[in-house]
């Protein structure tokens, strides 16, 4: 049984930074892919950024390139997101997806294996 586990997220005043990281137990997925998601209040999930299982593809959303950093752990099935330069629209809870195969990693319905989510507040 895959499970999925975020970490981080709190509470951050405009302008500055967070971490978060993501574990993925179970099973692993060498064709894979992970991502973030996150979905504000009264909108729909929108995606973050996205890094294969072998750490050698990402990708990211408009809204959080140049500021964002995705990376992976590959000894720990562990991925990371640096987000520098936070406003208060980066505010949300922050869900970390894996999916078996690479494939439009953008894309919610990409992935099987969702976590709880952890909420991000930036206060203006």
């Known amino acids: 049984q895959v499970q999925v586990r975020e970490s981080g997220g709190g509470l951050v005043q405009a302008g500055g930074s967070l971490s978060l990281s993501c574990t993925a137990s179970?099973?692993?997925?060498?064709?894979?892919?992970m991502g973030w998601f996150r979905q504000a209040s009264g909108k729909e999930r929108e995606f973050v950024a996205a890094?294969?299982?072998?750490?050698?593809?990402?990708n990211y959303a408009d809204s959080v390139k140049g500021r964002t950093t995705i990376s992976k752990d590959g000894a720990n099935n562990t991925m990371y997101l640096q987000m520098n330069s936070l406003v208060p629209e980066d505010t949300a809870v922050y869900y970390c997806?894996?999916?078996?195969?690479?494939?439009?990693?953008?894309?919610?319905?990409?992935?099987?294996?969702w976590g709880q989510g952890t909420q991000v507040t930036v206060s203006s």
């Open positions: 997806a894996v999916a078996a195969l690479a494939w439009r990693p953008t894309m919610k319905s990409t992935y099987s294996y």
């Open positions: 179970g099973r692993t997925f060498s064709d894979g892919v």
């Open positions: 890094i294969t299982w072998r750490g050698d593809t990402t």
